[in-house]
Structure formats: structure tokens, C-alpha cells
């Protein structure tokens, strides 16, 4: 897998990121560039693959937290097989700071 584009100012429209910058920004180009083929990525969308539930959808699973998305991220996972793919460290803390802003305390899953 390809390492993650720099943190690309062009991105930083939909980031609920308060500060505009830093890891939850580099979060979001990373999302954008390796995970928007198939997962919606930012709010309000669904994925482009319908399999893959929305970034938004995943984190607000109850429990959710960065310390529970990271070991996931960090698992070299191959379920389902297209997701066969290792994250480098530094990317899975920049794409868990990006994916937490996506939490709304309120929120309510569209399906169940
Ligand atoms: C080629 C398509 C594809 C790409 C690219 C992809 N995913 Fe996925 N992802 C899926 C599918 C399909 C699922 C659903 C797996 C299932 O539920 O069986 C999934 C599931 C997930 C889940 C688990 C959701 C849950 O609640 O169990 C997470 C987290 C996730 N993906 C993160 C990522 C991240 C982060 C990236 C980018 C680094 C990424 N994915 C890139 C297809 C993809």
C-alpha cells in the first residue's frame, strides 16, 4: 500500500477538525487517498462500495474509541480479502485522529 500523501490543503473543506491542521487533517487526505474507493469517508455519503459501511457509520459504533480503532487499523487484516493491507504506524494515529472527529454523540445508525 502506498504510503499517504502529506497533509493537502485541498482536503481540509469537510474536516470537523476545529484546528484545520495536523494529525486529523493528514487523517483525512490519508482516508481520502487509500480508503475513499470503497468507504465514504466524510459525512453524509454513502460508500462507493456499498459493502463498506461508511467511515462515519464504523466509528460511531458504541465502544468505539481511538484506542479500540487503532489495534484494528494496525491488525494486518485480510477480511474481507480486499482489505488485505498493512498501515504504517504513524498513518493509523493520523487516520484515528481523522476517523474520531466523525463520533456525534447524537448520532443514530441509519439502519437497526
Ligand atoms: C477495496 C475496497 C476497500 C478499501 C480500499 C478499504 N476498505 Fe475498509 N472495508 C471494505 C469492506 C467491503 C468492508 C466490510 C467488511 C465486512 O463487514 O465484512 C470494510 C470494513 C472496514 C472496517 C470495519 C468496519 C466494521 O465496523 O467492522 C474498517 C474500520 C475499515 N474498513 C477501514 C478501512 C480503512 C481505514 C481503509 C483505508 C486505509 C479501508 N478500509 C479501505 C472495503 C474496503
Known amino acids: 500500500m502506498s504510503r499517504g500523501v502529506s497533509a493537502s490543503p485541498t482536503t481540509a473543506k469537510v474536516n470537523t477538525d476545529p484546528a484545520g491542521s495536523g494529525p486529523s487533517s493528514r487523517g483525512l487526505a490519508f482516508a481520502k487517498a487509500n480508503c475513499s474507493g470503497c468507504h465514504a469517508v466524510?459525512?453524509?455519503?454513502?460508500?462507493?462500495?456499498?459493502?463498506?459501511?461508511?467511515?462515519?457509520?464504523?466509528?460511531?459504533?458504541?465502544?468505539?474509541?481511538?484506542?479500540?480503532?487503532?489495534?484494528?487499523?494496525?491488525?494486518?487484516?485480510?477480511?474481507?480479502?480486499?482489505?488485505?493491507?498493512?498501515?504504517d504506524p504513524e498513518q493509523i494515529d493520523d487516520l484515528a485522529a481523522y476517523m474520531t472527529t466523525l463520533q456525534r454523540r447524537d448520532y443514530t445508525p441509519p439502519i437497526q
Do not use: C, Q
Open 42 to 87: 466524510t459525512t453524509g455519503r454513502g460508500s462507493p462500495n456499498p459493502e463498506a459501511p461508511p467511515f462515519e457509520v464504523v466509528v460511531n459504533a458504541p465502544g468505539l474509541t481511538a484506542a479500540t480503532l487503532k489495534p484494528w487499523l494496525r491488525d494486518s487484516h485480510n477480511f474481507p480479502a480486499m482489505m488485505n493491507f498493512a498501515i
